[in-house]
């Protein structure tokens, strides 16, 4: 299946509560995994809250890496967002698994712009007419 992009989304639960509570280094492992999946990193812009919580972005050339933390439950919501066919998402959702110190990660992945003719990758450039793409023929509910 060809898609413009890979989307993962991670479920970090019972992580340190200390580290996700703490904008510097918050920020700091955001942009290392950025940087250890080799992505271009183009803009950081990250906000804590009063009491607890930070919610972050890490836009890179090749998308995104997002994050909202919840100390006060050890839980963060991480989205790595990738386009392309370089770079590889799961070496940056590793070590934000082993930095945030997640003793209950998990993962689901999306295909993000599946645009399709048959069993070709359409090619990566604007196109001047409107095209009409193949139909999903079912949606599917993730949990």
């Not at 510097?24 to 803009?43: D, F, L, N, R, Y």
């Not at 930095?99 to 209950?104: G, M, P, V």
């Amino acid at each position: 299946m060809h898609a413009l992009g890979r989307h993962l989304l991670l479920e970090l639960k019972l992580c340190n509560s200390k580290v996700l509570n703490d904008l510097k280094k918050v920020q700091e492992i955001m942009v290392s995994a950025a940087k250890e999946a080799k992505a271009t990193i183009v803009e950081i812009s990250f906000h804590k809250f009063s009491p607890f919580g930070i919610s972050g972005v890490v836009v890179i050339a090749e998308s995104h890496i997002s994050i909202h933390t919840w100390p006060e439950y050890g839980y963060a919501a991480i989205d790595i967002f990738t386009c392309g066919d370089v770079l590889q998402p799961e070496t940056a959702a590793d070590l934000l698994i082993e930095k945030f110190q997640s003793k209950d990660p998990s993962i689901v992945e999306l295909k993000r712009g599946i645009l399709i003719r048959g069993d070709v990758k359409l090619p990566h450039k604007p196109v001047k007419e409107v095209v009409e793409y193949a139909r999903t023929k079912e949606l599917q509910m993730v949990p």
